[in-house]
């Protein structure tokens, strides 16, 4: 009963929040559509800004930092106002998961000072966060090398990311090294964020955040096996814990790879069966992200609520925003609708 009181006012926004989702079925519809059908279709779902500079744009082409951050801070709206009725533990997952957004700053900042870029040109590749912006940007972009920048992050929520970082760059000297790093010990950092709720919130989060790890562990290690060509030994170093499907025997078997096929037959049947018709990378990943996708909308479904329902709102609407943003951007480069299709992983 408890529980219950205490997220009532959670619950109440999450089932408002919910109603500015689409079905598969009605974003496979907007596909073929013009904009003068698509708009009318996502009025009332917390669109208003992007809609509204659209239309004020004539329907043209935004500049694209200025197309990321209209729907970052639409997502980053909806996370502040979940956040705001938590607290404790459960508040700091929260936090903890929108920081990723902080992680593609400081990858930005670590790149133009490897290239020597100019304050300006990193300063506008960067992804504004408002009130979840932590990163001291103007030190970070003043700071003389990377191990600086590195420093610098140690005085920050980001220490334990920047330990891990600089001791990578002392042994490669690379940015690609930290970046990797970077990845490794973001989703170790979530593991112990998980860990640090109650044995239920846990039991009920793991399915999805597993499945998050799955998918971010097998795209990661065919990009370093097949792309990146790192041996079997560093790719499995750089993989995390706390996947659903892929234990630590599997990944090991999977790092051995050298072509893509050789995939199929080392996968657990629950996500062979989900990539069996892949003939790509690409393509992996989206069927894994739609498997997501189907098994965040059967949480939200549930009855009984719990703070998995918020989560599960957070990853869906996430994942929405970015496939409207490719299909609002394929319209507006004229893209095909079988182009477009592809490239939000749906089907008409």
Known sequence: MLKVARYAYLQTMIMIFSKRLLNSAEFSHLIPQPFEIILPALKNKGLDDIIQNLTQSHFKLLPAGNMDSLFLSVLLDDARSIIRSLSGYERDIFIYWIRRFELKNIKTILRGKSLQRSKEEVLSELTPLGHFAILPIDDLLNADNIPDILILL????????????????????????????????????????????????????????????????????????????????HSYFLLVSGGLYLNSKVLVRLSQIKKLDQIFSLLPDEISLLIKDCDSVHQIELSLEKDIIQYASSMLKESVFSLTHAFAYLVLREKQLSQLHALFKGKLLHLSEDEIAFAIGEEL
């Open 154 to 233: 140690e005085k920050t929520p980001f220490a334990s990311i920047a330990r891990y970082g600089s001791k990578s760059f002392e042994q490669k000297q690379d940015v690609f090294t930290i970046e990797t790093a970077i990845n490794h010990q973001y989703f170790t950092g979530l593991n112990v964020q998980l860990k640090a709720l109650s044995d239920e919130e846990q039991s009920l989060l793991q399915p999805l955040l597993g499945r998050i790890i799955d998918q971010t562990n097998l795209i990661w290690l065919l990009r370093y096996r097949l792309s990146y060509h790192l041996s079997p030994s």
